[in-house]
Antibody, heavy 119, light 106 residues
Framework: EVQLVESGGGLIQPGGSLKLSCAAS????????MNWVRQAPGKGLEWISY????????HYADSVKGRFTISRDNAKNSLYLQMNSLREEDTAVYYC????????????WGQGTLVTVSS | IQMTQSPASLSASIGDRVTITCRAS??????LGWYQQKPGKAPKLLIY???RLQSAVPSRFSGSGSGTDFTLTISGLQPEDFATYYC?????????FGQGTKVEVK
């Protein structure tokens, strides 16, 4: 069974840093590209970052470019999101999601981890 | 690429046929997916490549369209279908979602 489990969320002050993790199981993690998607409270979905299977290609939304860094460790079946210079508007549930096929949509999603940026 | 989804919400009854549309700001071929999200849960992929039904998704869900105009249809709304639906273009990065359509009980 495919499972994605996010962790690392919490309450952080504006300007602070946080690193999210996503532990994958039930599939060959190193064969799949991965994404981070977030959802602010009561709002819609926002895609924020992508990394391909070998970490050679990454993409970011303009809203996080230069502040967030996506990475992965295929030996540990883990995906990461380093978030720096956090702003109140970064408050959201953060989901990791597996890409279904090359350049395709995300099929499996984690349950999400809440990041609250507030003083 | 901007994705314009409509309506923002709709009220429907059990058994109704429901249609949700998504319009892309440029040609995205058939690179469009549809998701269902229930409160407090992660999104669930229903349709990919515009019209392909994801495994284990009931056949009352169908998708159509190509280029810039896309449609999600629920034929015979069931109680478990009351949720919010999002389209997603996977033609290029940055990926973009529609604003969502909340399907509520009439």
């Amino acid at each position: 069974e495919v499972q994605l489990v996010e962790s690392g969320g919490g309450l952080i002050q504006p300007g602070g840093s946080l690193k999210l993790s996503c532990a994958a199981s039930g599939f060959t993690f190193g064969d799949y590209s991965m994404n981070w998607v977030r959802q602010a409270p009561g709002k819609g979905l926002e895609w924020i970052s992508y990394i391909n299977s070998g970490s050679a290609t990454v993409h970011y939304a303009d809203s996080v470019k230069g502040r967030f860094t996506i990475s992965r460790d295929n030996a540990k079946n883990s995906l990461y999101l380093q978030m720096n210079s956090l702003r109140e508007e970064d408050t959201a549930v953060y989901y990791c999601a597996r890409e279904y096929y090359f350049d395709g949509p995300a099929d499996y999603w984690g349950q999400g981890t809440l990041v609250t940026v507030s003083s | 690429i901007q994705m314009t989804q409509s309506p923002a919400s709709l009220s429907a009854s059990i058994g109704d046929r429901v249609t949700i549309t998504c319009r892309a700001s440029q040609d995205i071929r058939n690179d469009l997916g549809w998701y269902q999200q229930k409160p407090g849960k992660a999104p669930k992929l229903l349709i990919y490549a515009s019209s392909r039904l994801q495994s284990a998704v009931p056949s009352r869900f169908s998708g159509s369209g190509s280029g810039t105009d896309f449609t999600l249809t629920i034929s015979g709304l069931q109680p478990e279908d009351f949720a919010t639906y999002y389209c997603l273009q996977d033609y290029s990065y940055p990926r973009t979602f529609g604003q969502g359509t909340k399907v509520e009980v009439k």
